[in-house]
């Protein structure tokens, strides 16, 4: 890992469903995004990493693959693939693709295989356990142990063929791989030499820190409340991850040059982050943590709790300090699991465009590769869902079930959802005033959000104020400044509840971020003011520069200086 060209780089998401359609079947595919990398090229970011186009019966729109080396026909093919990664490519752009390794689809010919008889060739290929003992199988209660599922329901699924359970993580639909076994480890870096051959440039590998798990997978403690065991203690971070990370690195990376291995890890400690992106371990090159994302989360799941900024600093603080010397930090506020950021850390009403372009500025100066997901460099926000028969995502319908079942009030469960539902990411990209937003000439999988004729790309583009030509300067400074890539990060005052403040150091050169997360004006209280007296104001998202240090409602300013001694 010696070349790591990704630290100056940006990445863009594409959901491929959601992002255009090239044919009129409501769902985005290959050659709608085709159509559009101009607009990603005009943005000026250096990769692109594409959720799942695999073969899949799309339980979990894709996240549930059938077959690792091909492409689904709702998407394209691979000689469609190939043009598309040729005009990626052309335009200087790279392509990362998403590695579902944790689990494959129960339709992927290994499973079919392995569910056949106990004693076929790729039994073991998945986590097969007979019913507790002393229990009847299939009967309630009976599971091998009282893990729940992330989607609701127990994490194990009875086949009446076999007599036997399977793990499933995820939804029944996603039976678990058993990394244990040196074949399946062996059988996923093939296919992943094989896409690399075919010229993509890396992986963002999904929920990777789960894969390796605690022989004998003991029961979990059942939070209060819920009908299941949390088994997370037992494959998080699991004791062979390190392991086997390392083992891909080795039978995979190795050698090849410039590629972004990213992984995805719920749950991941500053310390274990640390292990996995430090170059000499030959691991991963960076991981995506998630505390920023739980910090307006609660001890109760079905209640809706406000975001503390003081929280949100404290919890980037810790990760910016802790990767300072070794490893690297991923940055994002979005992705397809998400709901919108202007309209969870911000304000998608008055102030959209402004609290857009603060929070991009606030998240793309920190050190560490950013991630943009589809529709955010626009100011997209979150859908207004009715009931529950608005929601498409197998999460939203299983939660829902499954609260709904212990008792909750239905009415709280969707006031969650409503706000942190993952659909909310996932509804078409806005592309111009047309019908559904120019995503689709026939009928959209999920209905464009009603504010696309104020919020697409088509105005964004055409504006120069716009939150689209914002995060285009916010890669442009990351392209010229280095001290937006290597800059020594330290964070201003951490107490304040409405201001962001930090400061980037390379050699004489020190930049000042300050973001207000608020609508009402604040003055921000510096340490040193008179040494900002005559720094130059590289970006400020509103018409006025701050007076006396008091910026306006959902202001951000970033100002540069060179430090004489
Ligand atoms: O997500 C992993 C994951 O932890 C999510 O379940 C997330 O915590 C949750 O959705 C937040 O609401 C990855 C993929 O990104 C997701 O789309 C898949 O559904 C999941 O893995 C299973 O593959």
Do not use: C
Not at 230 to 253: K, T, W
Not at 485 to 513: K, N, S
Not at 518 to 531: F, I, N, V
């Amino acid at each position: 890992m010696t070349d790591a060209w990704w630290k100056s780089a940006v990445v863009y998401q594409i959901y491929p469903r959601s992002f255009a359609d090239s044919d009129g079947d409501g769902m985005g595919d290959l050659r709608g995004i085709i159509q559009h990398l101009d607009h990603l090229a005009g943005l000026g970011v250096d990769v692109l990493w594409l959720s799942p186009i695999y073969p899949s019966p799309q339980d979990d729109n894709g996240y549930d693959i059938s077959d690792y080396q091909d492409v689904d026909p709702l998407f394209g093919s691979l000689e469609i693939f190939d043009e598309l990664l040729a005009a990626v490519h052309e335009r200087g752009m790279k392509l990362v693709m998403d590695l579902v390794v944790n689990h494959s689809s129960d339709e992927h010919p290994w499973f079919v295989e392995s569910r056949g008889s106990v004693s076929a060739a790729k039994r073991d290929w998945y986590w097969w356990e007979p019913a507790r003992e002393g229990m009847e199988p299939g009967t309630p209660g009976a599971e091998p142990n009282n893990w729940g599922s992330v989607f609701g329901g127990p994490a194990w699924e009875f086949d009446p063929g076999t007599g036997e359970y399977y793990l499933h993580l995820f939804s029944r639909k996603q039976p678990d791989l058993n990394w244990e076994n040196p074949a399946v480890r062996s059988a996923v870096h093939e296919m992943m030499r094989w896409w690399l051959d075919r010229g993509v440039d890396g992986f963002r590998m999904d929920v990777i820190n789960f894969i390796s798990k605690v022989p004998g997978l003991p029961d979990g403690p059942v939070p209060a409340g819920s009908a299941y065991g949390d088994g997370s203690a037992s494959f998080l971070n699991g004791p062979r991850i390190h392991e086997f990370l390392h083992e891909m690195y080795e039978q995979v990376v190795k050698g090849r040059e410039a590629l972004l291995t990213v992984g995805e890890m719920p749950g991941v400690t500053v310390e274990q982050a640390k292990l996995y992106t430090d170059p000499d371990r030959e691991e991963v090159d960076m991981v995506f943590q998630f505390d920023h994302v739980w910090a307006d989360r609660g001890p109760d799941p079905w209640a809706l709790q406000r975001l503390k900024l003081t929280d949100l600093k404290a919890i980037f603080g810790r990760w910016q300090a802790g990767l300072a010397d070794l490893g690297w930090n991923s940055l994002y506020w979005n992705n397809h699991d998400q709901p919108r950021v202007v309209s969870r850390y911000g304000d998608d009403g008055e102030f959209r465009v402004e609290s857009a372009k603060m929070l991009g500025a606030v998240l793309h100066l920190h050190r560490g590769t950013p991630y943009i997901y589809q529709g955010e460099e626009i100011g997209m926000t979150n859908y207004p869902f009715g009931g529950i028969g608005d929601f498409r995502d197998i999460e939203a319908l299983g939660q829902y079930a499954q609260a709904v079942e212990e008792g909750r009030d239905p009415e709280d469960v969707l006031t969650v959802l409503r706000a942190r539902g993952r659909d909310n990411a996932r509804t078409p990209m806005q592309w111009d005033t047309s019908p559904h937003a120019g995503f689709t000439t026939g009928t959209p999988w999920l209905p464009a959000n009603p504010r696309y004729p104020e919020i697409n790309a088509a105005l964004a583009t055409k504006d120069p104020d716009s939150v689209y030509h914002w995060y285009r300067r916010l890669i442009e400074l990351r392209h010229t400044e280095p001290a937006v890539v290597e800059g020594d990060f330290t964070m201003l005052l951490p107490h304040d509840e409405q201001l962001y403040a930090f400061t980037r150091r390379l050699g004489p050169t020190e930049l000042l971020v300050i973001g207000n997360f608020s609508g009402t004006p604040a003055r921000a209280e510096l340490p040193d003011p008179a040494a900002w007296s005559s720094a130059e104001l590289v970006l400020n998202n509103t018409a006025q520069p701050p007076a006396d240090w008091v910026l306006g409602p959902w202001q951000a300013v970033v100002y540069r200086r060179e430090v004489t001694a």
